[in-house]
């Protein structure tokens, strides 16, 4: 390589002409100007490109040659490794779908396993029942033939009276003193209690039953919806894990596979640590929730598919037979589903002046005429009260808001781990009341208090 401080009067013998022409100067194009990328003459090169970087044609060939076999030795090295990513990644697919199949596979046979106990339980149930109903059966058509025999015995100690009404008077009294102390005898034997109430095994197998398919629903809830966290927990955590360990070839090309892959981790993370703001946040993470007629207090009707509850004039209500979970003395109502997910969002359109909005124990209190079994006045219930004003309680402390209310909406956002309970105003925006912090240890069932004249309706979010 030269560089040209001054015109040279003649062309360098030693190059080489390359065959193509100047069409200024007539001469052969055999120097290249590193300074201006071109391909000159040396004519061009003493006069028009002094004191720039020339070279000949044929030594920029050579040098801009060996780089372009560097960058394809590195492009083909490049190459390789992604040809083997992909026949991998095809390999992957190919256990994966396998995987899946196994898995529903082995899953199934679990759970249908788990059906199978239950059926042969249910059979053995239903051969108690029988027994249960032979049982009954004979023993109440003994004490029929029984109390059948004994009044056939009154009916003719009945004629046996009418005959000797109508005998002389020595004969009455000559047989009356033996008929008269049969007669005491048939009256305090005859109609004795023989059986106690034939229907009790009955009412006690259904209540036990009721009770362990509650026990097995509520179980099967929560286990489920604690297997999918848990799964999803462990997929960020060995999605990590494999990040850290792979190899150096590895680490210097990542597939399109791995991008997306991290981009969805970073999704998920942003999503969890990010509060929603617009009710379209909080649409996603809408609950399903139905109203349990076994909770309602006898003033409260339950309507719309278990979604509406009103409060009627308790004079005009028929006594109902009490539920064992029923409030007796509060006029209160829980939902059938407990809330224990990460988060929860719900919302109730009011009717009325005054409501109470709460999240609750199961184990509250449902028969005390005292605050045990009231809304936000124990350890086991949250409450936000709508009235004049608003206000929200626990374990019987309260703090009135200066917030009064402008919606019928109001929507419910549980965060149960963390242990946040938020009331909010619902309208085209979001209007923030109040926060509730706790440490909640049991699953959690919406409930609602009525005053006079009030209804609340569960919004269908989904």
Request: aromatic share 6%.
């Given at each position: 390589?030269q560089t040209?401080?001054r015109?040279?009067s003649s062309?360098?013998?030693?190059?080489e002409?390359?065959?193509?022409?100047?069409?200024?100067?007539?001469?052969t194009?055999?120097?290249?100007c590193c300074t201006?990328?071109r391909?000159?003459?040396?004519v061009c090169a003493?006069?028009?490109h002094?004191?720039?970087t020339?070279g000949?044609v044929?030594d920029e060939?050579r040098?801009?040659q060996?780089?372009?076999k560097?960058?394809?030795?590195?492009?083909?090295?490049?190459i390789?490794?992604?040809?083997k990513?992909?026949?991998d990644?095809g390999?992957?697919?190919e256990v994966?779908?396998?995987?899946?199949n196994v898995?529903?596979?082995y899953c199934?046979?679990?759970?249908?396993?788990?059906i199978?106990?239950?059926?042969?339980?249910?059979l053995k149930v239903r051969?108690?029942?029988?027994?249960?109903?032979?049982?009954a059966?004979?023993?109440v058509?003994?004490?029929l033939?029984?109390?059948?025999?004994?009044?056939?015995?009154?009916?003719?100690r009945?004629s046996e009276?009418?005959?000797?009404?109508?005998s002389?008077?020595?004969?009455?009294?000559?047989?009356?003193?033996s008929?008269k102390r049969l007669?005491?005898?048939d009256?305090?034997d005859?109609?004795e209690?023989?059986?106690?109430?034939?229907?009790?095994p009955?009412?006690?197998?259904k209540?036990?039953?009721?009770e362990?398919?509650?026990q097995?629903?509520?179980?099967?809830d929560i286990?489920?919806?604690s297997?999918t966290q848990?799964?999803d927990r462990?997929?960020?955590?060995?999605?990590d894990?494999?990040?850290?360990?792979?190899?150096?070839?590895q680490?210097?090309?990542?597939?399109?596979t791995?991008?997306?892959?991290?981009?969805?981790?970073n999704?998920?993370?942003?999503?969890?640590?990010v509060?929603?703001?617009?009710?379209a946040?909080?649409l996603?993470y809408?609950c399903s929730?139905s109203?349990?007629?076994n909770?309602?207090h006898?003033?409260?009707?339950?309507?719309?598919?278990?979604k509406?509850?009103?409060?009627?004039?308790?004079q005009n209500?028929?006594p109902?037979?009490?539920h064992p979970e029923?409030?007796?003395?509060?006029r209160?109502v829980l939902c059938r589903?407990?809330?224990?997910?990460?988060?929860?969002?719900?919302e109730?359109?009011?009717?009325g002046d005054?409501?109470?909005?709460?999240?609750?124990?199961?184990?509250?209190?449902r028969?005390?005429v005292?605050s045990r079994s009231?809304?936000g006045?124990?350890?086991k219930?949250?409450?936000?009260d709508?009235?004049i004003?608003?206000?929200?309680?626990?374990?019987?402390?309260s703090?009135?808001?200066?917030t009064?209310?402008?919606?019928?909406?109001?929507?419910?956002?549980?965060k149960?781990?963390?242990?946040t309970?938020?009331?909010?105003?619902v309208?085209?925006?979001m209007?923030y009341l109040?926060?509730m912090?706790?440490k909640f240890?049991?699953?959690?069932y919406?409930?609602?208090?009525?005053?006079?004249?009030?209804?609340?309706t569960i919004c269908?979010?989904?």
């Amino acid at each position: 390589m030269q560089t040209y401080k001054r015109p040279r009067s003649s062309l360098d013998p030693s190059e080489e002409p390359s065959g193509a022409m100047c069409g200024r100067h007539n001469s052969t194009l055999n120097r290249y100007c590193c300074t201006d990328e071109r391909i000159i003459c040396g004519v061009c090169a003493l006069t028009e490109h002094a004191g720039h970087t020339v070279g000949s044609v044929k030594d920029e060939r050579r040098s801009n040659q060996a780089e372009l076999k560097n960058i394809q030795g590195k492009m083909w090295q490049i190459i390789q490794e992604q040809e083997k990513k992909c026949k991998d990644m095809g390999k992957v697919l190919e256990v994966l779908e396998n995987e899946a199949n196994v898995t529903k596979d082995y899953c199934e046979c679990v759970l249908v396993s788990v059906i199978d106990s239950l059926q042969r339980h249910y059979l053995k149930v239903r051969e108690m029942i029988d027994a249960q109903e032979e049982a009954a059966v004979a023993e109440v058509r003994t004490s029929l033939q029984t109390l059948q025999g004994r009044m056939e015995e009154m009916k003719t100690r009945n004629s046996e009276l009418d005959h000797l009404e109508q005998s002389d008077d020595v004969s009455f009294l000559q047989k009356w003193p033996s008929l008269k102390r049969l007669c005491k005898k048939d009256h305090f034997d005859s109609f004795e209690n023989v059986t106690e109430d034939p229907l009790l095994p009955f009412k006690t197998t259904k209540r036990v039953i009721e009770e362990l398919g509650r026990q097995l629903k509520e179980l099967c809830d929560i286990e489920f919806a604690s297997i999918t966290q848990t799964v999803d927990r462990r997929e960020l955590q060995e999605s990590d894990v494999e990040e850290s360990d792979e190899d150096s070839i590895q680490q210097r090309s990542e597939t399109n596979t791995s991008k997306c892959s991290g981009l969805l981790e970073n999704n998920m993370v942003t999503d969890l640590d990010v509060e929603p703001k617009t009710r379209a946040d909080f649409l996603k993470y809408a609950c399903s929730l139905s109203l349990d007629p076994n909770t309602a207090h006898d003033d409260l009707v339950i309507s719309t598919g278990d979604k509406k509850v009103k409060r009627t004039n308790q004079q005009n209500r028929v006594p109902a037979i009490r539920h064992p979970e029923q409030f007796l003395h509060r006029r209160q109502v829980l939902c059938r589903e407990h809330l224990q997910a990460e988060r929860c969002y719900y919302e109730v359109e009011i009717e009325g002046d005054k409501v109470e909005i709460a999240l609750v124990y199961k184990q509250i209190n449902r028969k005390s005429v005292t605050s045990r079994s009231a809304f936000g006045a124990n350890d086991k219930s949250w409450s936000l009260d709508r009235s004049i004003n608003y206000s929200v309680s626990h374990k019987g402390k309260s703090v009135q808001l200066k917030t009064e209310p402008t919606q019928k909406r109001i929507g419910v956002y549980l965060k149960f781990k963390e242990g946040t309970l938020s009331f909010y105003e619902v309208s085209e925006t979001m209007k923030y009341l109040y926060k509730m912090d706790a440490k909640f240890t049991e699953p959690l069932y919406p409930g609602f208090w009525l005053g006079d004249g009030c209804c609340i309706t569960i919004c269908d979010l989904q």
